[in-house]
């Protein structure tokens, strides 16, 4: 017993100390967004492989969760005579929780472990070491980009996963469910409030600051070689994927 | 020179370096001998400002550098160039940006120069400059050791440190990078600190070996003072000695 009320407090510290320490990693990566050397051209090809090279995932992820929800929505909506309902509940679902949701747990997937991986890598091939070594701080050539990267480029994403969302859910409900344009739009103009977007703006933002900061997080103090490396991007993938989800509560609270 | 004095450093209550003292001389290539996770990295990391000793000074030039910080670290550190074990070469970089990344970074030379001076480097390590453009995967081992020696030496560095130059290298090969760290040196006159198990190559290019066993330095001293030491560990090592080293 006294074993493991041993085991379960040092699991709790272990979380606490892992929790401060990335607080502090992250506080110290954005101290060094405002130290020169500033690299643009670093921020740009991080902006590329974080945003631009999740589009396509996004955009597919995006279509056919708006299908469904029209194709479900409509059925249940159907029940109670309000088909012209349609395009407000895809377009609420989709901007206020879907689409942030969503498209950070694909870019958790695509990305997030794409740069655990990269840093890992980085980590046990001394590749840090020799930046360091270098007069280079590693957190500021390496990390401080992808951080601002993960910012900039998820809300962009997001907002790309919801209008493709809006127009998949007009595919199914429009074009093949015979729900009337003009309703599906009008509904939609009619339920969305500027608290909405902002909302979905937040959540992006902050899910893309987390996304990233657990991913290198987790590279750069990745130890024992190639299973090292592999075990912290798998942490990624579910330590991103449950504060996405946890933050989400938090922050949808919030706007209620 | 390079003084080190008393340093002592553990991991998780284990005692890896036990109070080490050590000098190399300016101009000289000194070698730390000692088998494989006897903590001859570790010590080469204290060196080069990787990690910070539990005791002890490592003084260059009269300053001991473990208390530096901050700017006076970044001004330290730009003194001196380190070929890694692996090389470390940057995966997302050419061989040409591994080696002028060092003068892009740290310097506001024109891109004519860094060039002139990449190329320099790589007819000094006699690599063409068909290998500007590859990057480090497809490069061979021999082949990374040479870039990224062109690399460490890029900044004309006043203290080269060598991690394991040639593990992993056929014997060729760790001639040849041999052949190239006595050439630089004779070049440069540079301080430099290797730390190797390879013996005996290791006695063609040292001026002065030490050899570390159990976190202590038990033998320091020229190539042929070392190899005619009376310390049985010390010939046990050298002619490879089974029992010594599973010791």
């Known amino acids: 017993m006294a074993n493991l009320v041993r085991q379960l407090g040092q699991r709790s510290l272990n979380v606490v100390i892992e929790a401060g320490g990335m607080v502090i990693f992250l506080l110290e990566g954005l101290a060094l967004a405002l130290v020169p050397p500033f690299r643009p051209r670093r921020l740009l090809q991080e902006i590329y492989q974080i945003g631009v090279k999740s589009t396509l995932i996004v955009m597919l992820t995006g279509a056919f969760t708006g299908m469904v929800m029209a194709l479900q929505g409509y059925y249940t909506l159907k029940q109670y005579g309000s088909e012209g309902a349609l395009g407000s509940a895809v377009a609420l679902s989709l901007i206020r929780e879907m689409g942030p949701v969503l498209t950070g747990i694909m870019v958790s997937a695509r990305a997030g472990s794409a740069v655990t991986a990269e840093i890992g890598i980085m980590r046990i091939t001394e590749q840090l070491d020799a930046l360091d070594t270098m007069a280079v701080n590693p957190i500021q050539y390496v990390v401080m980009p992808k951080l601002l990267a993960g910012v900039i480029a998820v809300p962009f994403l997001t907002a790309i996963f919801d209008v493709v969302g809006i127009l998949g859910g007009y595919l199914v409900g429009v074009v093949l469910l015979g729900v009337s344009s003009g309703s599906y739009f009008a509904g939609m103009v009619r339920s969305v409030v500027p608290l909405d977007v902002y909302g979905g703006i937040v959540k992006s933002l902050v899910f893309g600051l987390t996304i990233i900061l657990v991913a290198c997080y987790k590279g750069y103090y990745t130890q024992h070689g190639a299973e090292g490396v592999s075990k912290a991007t798998n942490q990624t993938v579910v330590l991103s994927a449950v504060l996405i989800l946890a933050w989400d509560y938090v922050l949808t609270s919030f706007f209620m | ?247």
């Open chain 2, 1 to 247: 020179m390079i003084k080190i004095v008393n340093l002592t450093k553990s991991f998780g209550g284990h005692k890896v370096l036990d109070g080490i003292n050590l000098t190399m001389p300016t101009g000289q290539i000194t070698v730390v001998i000692g088998k494989s996770g006897v903590g001859k990295s570790v010590l080469l990391k204290h060196i080069i400002g990787l990690l910070k000793p539990d005791s002890g000074q490592i003084i260059v030039d009269g300053q001991d550098i473990s208390l530096l910080a901050g700017r006076q670290l970044r001004q330290f550190k730009r003194r001196f160039g380190v070929l890694f074990q692996g090389g470390a070469l940057f995966d997302s970089l050419n061989v040409f940006e591994n080696i002028a990344f060092p003068l892009r970074e740290k310097t506001r030379l024109t891109e004519a120069e860094i060039a002139k001076r990449v190329r320099e480097r790589l007819v000094q390590m006699s690599l063409t400059s068909e290998v500007e453009t590859k990057f480090p995967d497809e490069l061979s081992g021999g082949m990374k050791k040479r870039v990224a020696l062109a690399r460490a030496m890029i900044q004309e560095p006043e203290i080269m440190f060598y991690d394991e130059p040639v593990t992993g290298l056929d014997p060729p090969m760790t001639n040849t990078v041999f052949h190239l760290i006595t050439k630089t040196h004779q070049e440069s006159g540079y301080t430099a600190l290797m730390v190797s198990h390879d013996i005996p190559e290791v006695f063609r290019v040292a001026h002065q070996v030490a050899m570390l066993h159990k976190g202590r330095i038990i033998a320091a001293g020229t190539s042929e003072e070392i190899q005619n030491h009376p310390d049985p560990m010390v010939q046990s090592f050298i002619r490879g000695e089974v029992d010594f080293l599973e010791g």
